[in-house]
């Protein structure tokens, strides 16, 4: 992993030490405006000077702790209920708690808003952490706690390690930690980290290499459940299929198909999140009809068309629950997740080109390189396979007719923070104009 230590040096106490006094160093110079000579080369890490110039972007305090608003009981039990992340906890024990009880360390896994789900591991250590409010129902995102393995590697969308005083708020000085994002094989949304922590003299360059595979196990135990749930659809779904006439698809709740008949199987299925018995118009379909099947629904393709399409689009990029498109017309409306490549397509074509953009055009906007125009093309079919009728082409734009709503983040700082796009970094950098 590029990201598994500070230096390859770092192999005994005394390096580690040396290492904590010079990145200690590093930090007071950086947050001066300055650089030390004796800095180690590239240091500050790219992945850490960013995270701290985010941090004094959010207003961290980088001398003093910021109060923790743990969740409830309840709210805590909720979100530990619905997410997917507890049906592999086993998984993840397994693989680590071992390694943190001989290492001194802790086990965290936090949901894609960085709260603290389920901590295990040390006892010493979790009292320690007790200190830092480091417990169940803590946010530990980068906005709150400045610079840390879990709310770095949620931003970064990667596998972190944070060493010593690479932590931005000093009493966290004290520590290691290294985190892993984990994100659903079948979309690749973002689930939440898995965290090794402890103290600083417990650093060891292989922890985030460990981290990092136990996470990709985790997404595997993940893929392999999704398959034996589809294969379960399948079995009942066969027999109705059997006895239908016309054309219809078996999908599970979140619209991946388990089987179909008079047509060609599709990818996925746009539904909404709370799909209900009845009459759904769905994009590319048109018109359907919806029947609960035991995991999933069975779809009905072909009833008529209703007289308009869809309406009005609102595209969602506030950061609460990730981006989201939401379209609604006369036959109802639903909602679908966004992938940050998706978002970022939406946003540009929303908010700062709504009269249309060609591919060369968009891959400058993305990439900021013209020519990756195939990258575009592709993104953009897979786009209106959920978004017909909603997204025109040449040039690709919204279609006519369809009013779009754009909702944003508070400030600029927050949109779509994953994001390296050129048109979306302009789109932070324009102050107080930045919603005109």
Same mark, same amino acid.
């Given at each position: ?23 200690a ?67 993840l ?5 071992a ?18 789900l ?16 480091f ?33 931005f ?66 079995s ?6 059997a ?13 991946w ?58 595209? $969602?990029?506030? &950061?609460?629950? =990730?981006? +989201? /498109? @939401? #379209? ?9 997740? %966004?992938?940050?490549r ?22 400058? $906007?993305?990439? &900021?390189?013209? =020519?990756? +125009? /195939? @990258? #575009? ?9 959920? %978004? ?12 006519d ?36």
């Amino acid at each position: 992993m590029k990201d598994t230590a500070i230096g390859s040096a770092v192999r005994s106490a005394q390096d580690i030490r040396e290492t904590a006094r010079r990145l200690a160093s590093v930090r007071e110079a950086a947050l001066a405006g300055e650089l030390p000579p004796d800095a180690p080369p590239g240091a500050p890490r790219p992945v850490i000077g960013e995270s701290w110039l985010r941090a004094l972007g959010s207003g961290v305090d980088p001398e003093r702790d910021r109060d923790q608003h743990l969740l409830s009981v309840a709210e805590l039990e909720h979100r530990r209920q619905h997410s997917q992340l507890a049906t592999v906890l086993p998984v993840l024990g397994d693989g680590l708690l071992a390694a943190a009880d001989a290492a001194q360390q802790i086990m965290v896994v936090t949901d894609a808003e960085g709260r603290v789900l389920w901590r295990e591991g040390s006892a010493p250590v979790r009292r320690m952490a007790d200190r830092l409010g480091f417990d169940k129902g803590a946010d530990w995102r980068e906005g709150v706690v400045g610079t840390n393995a879990i709310g770095t590697a949620l931003v970064a969308r990667r596998p972190v390690l944070v060493h010593s005083a690479e932590h931005f708020v000093r009493s966290h000085h004290q520590w290691t930690c290294a985190a892993a994002p984990l994100h659903d094989p079948r979309d690749g949304r973002l689930l939440g980290t898995v965290d090794l922590s402890g103290p600083a003299h417990s650093f060891h360059p292989m922890t985030l290499s460990l981290v990092s595979a136990v996470a990709k196990l985790a997404e595997s135990e993940l893929r392999i459940r999704h398959h034996a749930s589809l294969e379960r659809l399948r079995s009942s779904a066969a027999p109705v299929l059997a006895r239908i006439g016309g054309r219809a698809l078996a999908v599970d709740a979140h619209g991946w198909p388990a089987g179909v008949t008079g047509m060609t199987p599709p990818d996925r299925v746009a539904l909404p999140k709370a799909p209900q018995a009845g009459p759904l118009w769905l994009p590319r379909y048109g018109m359907c009809a919806l029947e609960p099947l035991p995991g999933g629904w069975l779809i009905r393709v072909g009833r008529e068309e209703p007289a308009a399409g869809p309406s009005r689009v609102l595209l $969602d990029v506030s &950061g609460r629950d =990730g981006a +989201t /498109v @939401t #379209v609604t017309g006369p036959a109802g409306g639903w909602s679908h997740e %966004l992938s940050p490549r998706h978002a970022e397509l939406l946003f540009v074509l929303a908010a700062r080109h709504p009269e249309g953009r060609s591919a060369a055009e968009l891959a400058q $906007d993305l990439f &900021g390189d013209r =020519g990756r +125009t /195939v @990258t #575009v093309r592709a993104e953009l079919s897979r786009l209106r396979r959920h %978004l017909a009728g909603v997204l025109a082409h040449r040039p690709y734009r919204f279609a006519d007719g369809v009013e779009v709503e754009l909702r944003l983040p508070s400030g600029p700082g927050q949109l779509l923070p994953q994001s390296s796009a050129p048109a979306v970094a302009a789109a932070r950098g324009a102050g107080t104009s930045w919603r005109k």
